[in-house]
């Protein structure tokens, strides 16, 4: 007969699964003391730039019991979002996250379902839901929960499923059986790093944010420094290259979830179409895009510094 504690873990496993998600991994919530150094090396060195928000509520970055007070497990979900579809040629390329929905909304309606289900099969559970929006070092937590290893692109890697998938977590006040982590299988590949082409990569497992491409495309408010001209590679929205060149992303298979299915019309969308947008086309094609995030400003901004690159 299953302990309380067995039939608990299962139960928010098998609900993880029929809400879509494809991996599930539980931790205990407490402070990350690997991560503390790493974290304060990296904001030292600037590698944040403008992304500020960064600097904030460090002792709550590193410890989820102060950020949900009373907190025993962190719940870490993985989400596929590996498209069947990839954008026509010779358009201003976009990741391939933002070909559907906006995954923040998707997602929480996702985590909200789960913690309900939870509160009514398990009794009263409190707990707070996150999907990128707080201070959560959520690759470290899947990484600590066994749902894969943080590559030298600095992104969760999963050996049966590779990296194209979204990061959630349920932070409650439950305890539950805890996985641990498995080994780094990145070996002496050195793929990613010697592909990006800002040269964002500085070493194996450190990525400098203010050199990326998704940072100069989504992040970075002002404009686009003249030494990046010519390197961006058609990248207008995000960047996939460290993923698209990363070996274990062979395993990588299309997603089953409706709200990610492409948008036509952003897929194929033609080269001169991009270009000639008008504000109230954004409008309404990137309705309820990732892409909104970086306004209708920062697009234009970023398909001028393509053009310019020429």
């Not at 990296?163 to 932070?171: C, D, R, T, Y």
């Not at 070996?187 to 990006?196: L, P």
């Amino acid at each position: 007969m299953l302990s309380n504690k067995e039939f608990n873990t299962q139960f928010i496993k098998k609900e993880a699964s029929r809400l879509g998600f494809m991996y599930c991994g539980i931790s205990k919530s407490g402070f990350l003391e690997e991560e503390a150094p790493r974290l304060e090396n990296w904001l030292k060195k600037g590698m944040q730039g403008q992304m500020s928000y960064m600097d904030n509520y460090f002792d709550k970055r590193l410890n989820p019991t102060l950020l949900v007070e009373g907190s025993k497990s962190v719940v870490s979900l993985l989400l596929n979002y590996y498209p069947s579809q990839q954008q026509i040629q010779n358009a201003p390329k976009i990741s391939k996250y933002a070909y559907g929905q906006d995954y923040h909304y998707v997602i929480k309606d996702k985590l909200k379902e789960l913690l309900h289900s939870v509160n009514e099969q398990i009794g009263e559970v409190s707990g707070r839901a996150f999907v990128d929006s707080a201070p959560v070092m959520d690759r470290a937590w899947a990484k600590k929960s066994g749902l894969g290893w943080v590559g030298k692109n600095s992104n969760l890697i999963n050996k049966q499923s590779g990296s194209f998938f979204f990061l959630a977590e349920l932070i409650i006040d439950l305890d539950l059986e805890y996985d641990g982590p498995v080994k780094d299988y990145c070996g002496s590949c050195t793929k990613c790093i010697d592909s990006c082409p800002t040269e964002a990569i500085v070493e194996p497992y450190v990525v400098d944010g203010s050199k990326c491409i998704s940072y100069f495309t989504i992040e970075l408010k002002e404009s686009i420094s003249d030494s990046m001209k010519g390197k961006f590679e058609d990248w207008a929205f995000g960047c996939d290259i460290c993923q698209d060149v990363c070996p274990w992303n062979r395993f990588s298979k299309p997603h089953s979830e409706l709200s990610f299915s492409p948008n036509d019309k952003i897929i194929n969308m033609e080269k001169k179409e991009w270009e000639e947008m008008t504000e109230e086309v954004f409008e309404v094609v990137f309705k309820n895009s990732p892409i909104k995030r970086t306004k209708f400003k920062g697009l234009k901004r970023n398909l001028n510094f393509l053009n310019d690159q020429k």
